[in-house]
């Protein structure tokens, strides 16, 4: 009887936490989407005329008030837009605002205070969870 569950543990054990895992995975990136798309509508209030001025202080914000309202920390959460961590661009063409949050799952440059804490197992080859981040994106027409 030992020898079997010596053989079959490990097995259920990484079924067992892909499932919680996994699940931490997906809450965090509802989050994210409820919080793009509601920092997306939040920016609606601000005035026209700002919105389109230099000065970004009101947008940014709008959008930080919503983060900060989030069960998540604000310090996982970051931008991703165009890759320098910004957390919104108003494409003025098309009158157009986009808001991306991402929370990083791995910790590449070794502070680890700005990475959601969820350990990964290797086991039998499989790594879970094998996602370094998640990301939400919502557009708003202004």
Not at 32 to 54: C, K, N, P, Q, Y
Request: glycine content about 4%; aromatic content about 8%.
């Amino acid at each position: 009887m030992a020898i079997e569950f010596a053989i079959i543990f490990p097995l259920f054990l990484l079924i067992f936490y892909a499932i919680v895992s996994y699940a931490i995975c997906f809450a965090v990136m509802f989050t994210l989407h409820g919080l793009s798309s509601d920092a997306a509508r939040a920016v609606l209030s601000i005035e026209r005329t700002v919105l389109f001025s230099s000065d970004t202080t009101a947008v940014e914000q709008e959008i930080t008030d919503v983060v900060n309202h989030s069960w998540l920390s604000s310090d996982v959460i970051s931008g991703c837009v165009d890759g320098d961590g910004k957390r919104y661009e108003i494409i003025e063409g098309n009158d157009l605002l986009k808001v991306c949050l991402e929370v990083r799952l791995t910790d590449a440059d070794g502070d680890s205070s700005n990475v959601l804490a969820l350990p990964r197992l290797s086991l039998l080859g499989i790594t879970v969870p094998h996602l370094d981040t998640l990301s939400s994106t919502s557009s708003i027409r202004l």
